[in-house]
C-alpha cells in the first residue's frame, strides 16, 4: 500500500490566489513527521515546512502553512498569495518512528506539479 | 553557510561501468542520506550513513554501496550500471538529534545517464 498519496497530478492556481495540495499518509507509528518539498525544473529539493504527529497547532512558514488533519491522516499543503516563482513540483513526505529506529528515512509521494498563471 | 554540494551535476555512463558520486553534507550536519529519483517519480531512499557507517538501507541491490569519511561528506558507488539506473541522485544531510526527527536538507543533485 501507498504510503504517501499525492492524487494531484497536477494543479493550476491564478498568480496571488491561494492553493492548497493533498497529501494522505498511512503509517501505524504513533510517533512521525510529515514534511514538504518544493523541486524547480533545476532538480533541487527545497524544504518548504514540517510537521510533528504530537503538534497540536498547524505548522505555518510565512506563506505555506500545513493543515494537519490526524484522524484523516492528511497534511495538505496550503500555499497562499501563489507567485509565478512558486511553479514547480511539491512533494509530500513522511518520516515514521521515533528515536532510534527511524533513523530519519523519508518516504515521498509522486508528486504535484503546481503552475502558477500571471 | 555553505549548503550540501554533489558534484559532479551531470554524468553520462555506458552499462556495465562503475560510477562514484560524491556529497558535501551542510555544516554542522553529521548525517547523510541518499535518494534516486527515476524521471516523473518520487525519490526512493537508498541508504543512510552515520559515524561511518551504513545504518539504514531501502530495496536496493548491493550493486549500491557508499562511504562516508572522517569530515562527514559521503560517496555513493554503483556498479555493473544498468539503463534503469538512469535518474537523478539526490544527497541530503541532517544533523542527529533528538529522536531522530531533524530535518533533512538536499543537494542540488548528480543527473546520471546510462547508455
Known amino acids: 500500500a501507498q504510503k504517501i498519496t499525492q492524487t494531484q497530478p497536477g494543479m493550476f492556481v491564478q498568480e496571488k490566489e491561494a492553493v492548497t495540495l493533498d497529501c494522505t499518509y498511512d503509517?501505524?507509528?504513533?510517533?512521525?513527521?510529515l514534511f514538504w518539498y518544493k523541486q524547480p525544473s533545476s532538480g533541487e529539493m527545497i524544504f518548504l515546512i514540517y510537521?510533528?504527529?504530537?503538534?497540536?497547532q498547524n505548522a505555518t512558514e510565512g506563506r505555506y502553512s500545513l493543515n494537519f488533519q490526524k484522524a484523516r491522516k492528511s497534511a495538505n499543503l496550503v500555499i497562499s498569495a501563489s507567485q509565478l516563482g512558486d511553479s514547480a513540483m511539491y512533494f509530500c513526505?513522511?518520516?515514521?518512528?521515533?528515536?532510534?529506529?527511524?533513523?530519519?528515512?523519508?518516504?515521498f509521494g509522486q508528486g504535484t506539479i503546481l503552475t502558477v498563471h500571471p | 553557510d555553505a549548503g550540501v554540494t554533489q558534484s559532479p551535476t551531470h554524468l553520462i555512463k555506458t552499462r556495465g561501468q562503475q560510477v562514484t558520486l560524491r556529497c558535501s553534507p551542510k555544516?554542522?550536519?553529521?548525517?547523510v542520506s541518499w535518494y534516486q529519483q527515476a524521471l516523473g517519480q518520487g525519490p526512493q531512499f537508498i541508504f543512510q550513513?552515520?559515524?561511518?557507517?551504513?545504518?539504514q538501507r531501502g530495496n536496493f541491490p548491493d550493486r549500491f554501496s557508499g562511504h562516508q569519511f572522517p569530515n562527514y561528506s559521503s560517496e555513493l558507488n554503483v556498479n555493473a550500471l544498468l539503463l534503469g539506473d538512469s535518474a537523478l541522485y539526490l544527497c541530503?544531510?541532517?544533523?542527529?538529534?533528538?529522536?531522530?526527527?531533524?530535518?533533512?536538507?538536499f543537494g542540488p543533485g548528480t543527473r546520471l545517464l546510462v547508455l
Open positions: 510537521q510533528g504527529s504530537y503538534d497540536e
Open positions: 555544516s554542522g550536519h553529521d548525517t
Open positions: 503509517t501505524s507509528d504513533q510517533s512521525y513527521g
Open positions: 513526505a513522511m518520516r515514521e518512528g521515533d528515536g532510534g529506529t527511524s533513523y530519519g528515512k523519508l518516504t
Open positions: 541530503a544531510s541532517s544533523r542527529e538529534g533528538t529522536g531522530g526527527m531533524e530535518t533533512q536538507y
Open positions: 550513513y552515520y559515524e561511518e557507517e551504513e545504518r
